[in-house]
C-alpha cells in the first residue's frame, strides 16, 4: 500500500509540476523532486534544461540538492517575490500566498479520485473492505467507495472458467486403481468462482486448494474403479462425474466459494512400461477374429459345395426316374468313355495266355509324357 | 513561515506526537486475520476470533486500538490453511509397501492457546507436520493395502482427521480435512512386480482370446461340416442304389481322366461289362 501510495505522489507531482517540498525536504524526495521538477522549468520561461547533461545527472545528493536550491531561488528572483531563498521555504503562489493548500488540495483530490472510482469490468466483481472489514460485492459497472485507506476494493474476475491440467506437460502420472493396477492419467479441472466474498477470505491459497482437492478426489474415484473402467470410454465418464461431485463436496465444506464446472479425462493410458501387452491383446482380439473369419469362409463354401453337389445329385436323380435303365447305361458309357480315352488300354482276349505288359513302352511312353507336360 | 514555526514550535511537536501516538495505537484487523494483544507478555484481548458459521461483514473485523509501546499485536491467520505432509512410505498391515502423499487443512480456533503453545503461524505447522506424519502412519499401518486403495480410505481418513484433531486442539487449531493425496507404489521392486503382474495380466488375456477364437472357429467348421452331411444325406437317401452308381461314375472321372493321368493304364479283361457289345455277345 505504501508503494501505491508512492506512486501516486509521484503522479501527482509530475502532473502539478510543482515541488510541494523545499529543497531540505530529504534525500529521495529530493531525488524525486528534482525528477518532476525538470519539466516545468521551459514554463517557466527560463533557459531549456537537459537533465542528462553532466552536472545535472549527478548522482550525488548535495549536487541535486543544490540544483532545486538554485531553482527556486530563480523563480522567487522571477516573480520578485519576497524572501530570500531561506532553507525551509515553501514557493508561494502570485499574490504572496503560499502553494501548500493548492497543492495540499491536488493531491487529495486526485488521491481521492483515484482510490474511490473503480471500474468493474463486465466479468468482474470486486470486494469492498472498510477499514479491513467486509462491506459489500461489487457488481460490474462504474463503481464508487470511500477512498483509501477507509475502504479498500479488491476486483477479481468472477465468470471466466479457470483450468488447471493435472499434470502440467506430457509427464507420465501413475494412479493406483482399485484392482491395484496403474493408469497413467492426465485431467482438466475447469472451475471458477461462485463466491467471490468466501473466494478471497476463507482459504489461505484458494487455487492451489482446487488442485490439491482435485487430485485427492480424482485419486480416490480410480482407487474405485477398475483398470479396465478406468481406461474405457464409459467408465471415464462416470469418474468424471465422481471426481466434480466429490470436489464440490470438498471445497463446499471448506467454504471455498469455488464453483467446479467440470472435470475431463484428458487420457487415460496404460503406464508405458506394460503398454505393448496392452497392445498384444488388442492383437490377441484381431487374431481371434481373424480366425473366426476363415472358418467361417470355409464353412461357406462348405455348406454351398454340400448343397451344390446335393442339387445336382437331385437333378440327375429326377431324369434317371423317368428312364433309369437307359439313363445308367449312358452315364456309364459316357464315363468309361472319358476315362478309357485318356489312358491305356490292354484288353486281355482269352483265359490262359499270360498277359504280357511292354513295360519299357510304358516307360518311354511316360517320359514323353512328362517331357510333354514340361514344355 | 520562520515566525509561524518559531512561534508554535512546541504546539506543533505536539501535535506530531499525538498523531504518531494516535497511529501507533490504532490499527486495522482484515477479514482473514485474528489479532491477539499481548500486555506484557500476558494475552489480554482476541479481536476478529473465529466463530463457526460467521458470515464476512458480521466478524469483529476492522480498526481496533491498543496501547503503544506495551500492547503487543500477534497475528493469527483466520483463514483456512494446509499442512502438507512429505511423501513417505507407510507399510500396510499385509506389509506393503505405499507412498503416501497426505495434506491436511486447519484453521486456529482458539487463537490464545495458539500464541501460547506454537507462538507463530510457522510454528504452528512445524508442530503439525510431524503429528500429521505419525497419525497417518498409524492409522494407515492397522489397514490392509486394499482397504488403503478403495472405498474404505474413507473411513481411514475419518480416523486419522479425528486423530490429528485431537492433538491440534492442544495447539488451538482444528483439523477440518485430511486427505490422501496421492498414494503411489514405490519404485523399483513393489513397482516392477506390479508391472510384470499387469503384464502377465494381459498375457492371460491375449491368450484366452486367442484360444476362443480358435475355439469359435473349429465350432464353425464342425457346424459347417454336419450340415453338408446333412444336406448330402437328404439328397442321396432317396436312392442310395443309383448314388453308389452316380458317385462312382464320378470318381472314375476324378481318378481316371485327369489331365496328368495319361501314363496310366487299364488292362481290360474281356469280360469286361464295357466290352460286352464288344465280344459280339449282345445279350
Redesign the interface.
Known sequence: MTKKGGSITDSILAMAGKSPWGSGGGGEDADRGSGSDDAPVPEGGSKPRNPWLPGDSDDGGPRKAANIEDLFKHRQARRGGGGGG?F???PQAPGGK?WAPLAIIGIIALWVLMTSVHQIGPKEEGVV????????TMTPGLKFSAPW?IQEVEIEDVTSIRTDTIPEGEAEK???T?D???VDLSYIVRWNIKDL??Y??????PD??VE??A??AM??SI??VT?DDALSGSGRAQIEQNVRSRMQA?LD????GVAVQGVEIKKAD??T??VD??R??L???Q??????N???A???Q??A???G???A??Q??AE?RLA?EVT?RR???E??E?????????????DGVV?Y?PLPE?RR??TK??SQ?DE | ??EL?QKNKALLIGAAIVLIAALSSVF?????QQAVILRNGKPVTVVNKFHPNED??Q?G???WYRVPLIDRVVWV??????VDMQRQEVLSRDQRRLEVDA?A?FRVIDPVRMVQTAGSMDRLEEQLRPILNSVLRQRLGTRS??AL???E??AAMDEIRAGLDKEAREYGAQV??V???????PAGRP?ET??T???T???Q???T??A???K???I??A???A???N??A???N??PA??D??RA?QS??TV??GQ???????????DN???RQFRGGGR
Open positions: 531561506g525551509p521555504r515553501i503560499s473492505t472498510t477499514l479491513g472489514q467486509y462491506s459489500s485507506p501413475l494412479m493406483l482399485g491395484q493396477n496403474l466474498k468466501l478471497t477470505f476463507q482459504l489461505a491459497s492451489e486448494t490439491e482437492v487430485e485427492a485419486r480416490a482407487a474405485e483398470l470438498l465444506a471448506y467454504r471455498a496404460p503406464p512400461a506394460v501387452a496392452f498384444e491383446v492383437a490377441a482380439q487374431d481371434a477374429q481373424s480366425d473366426i476363415r472358418a467361417r470355409w464353412a461357406e462348405v455348406t459345395r454340400a448343397e453337389e446335393a442339387e445329385f437331385n440327375v436323380y434317371y433309369p445308367r452315364m456309364y458309357y464315363t468309361m472319358r476315362v478309357l480315352s485318356q489312358t491305356d488300354k490292354t484288353v486281355v482276349e482269352a498277359p505288359l510304358v511312353r511316360t509324357s512328362s507336360g | 513561515m520562520e514555526w486495522v484487523v482484515p477479514e482473514t464476512f461483514g466478524t473485523a476492522g480498526i491467520s483466520k483463514q483456512v490453511l494446509a495434506y487443512r493395502f486394499q486403495l478403495t472405498a480410505r474413507g477440518i480435512d486427505r490422501i493425496k496421492r498414494a503411489d507404489l513397482l506390479a508391472y503382474r499387469m503384464q495380466a494381459r498375457k488375456e491375449s491368450d482370446i486367442r476362443q477364437g480358435q469359435q472357429a473349429q464353425i467348421r457346424e459347417a461340416e450340415e453338408a452331411a444336406v448330402y437328404d439328397a442321396f432317396k436312392d443309383f448314388y452308381f452316380y461314375m472314375y472321372d481316371f481322366s496328368s493321368d495319361k501314363d496310366s493304364s487299364i488292362i481290360l479283361s474281356p461289362e464295357f466290352l
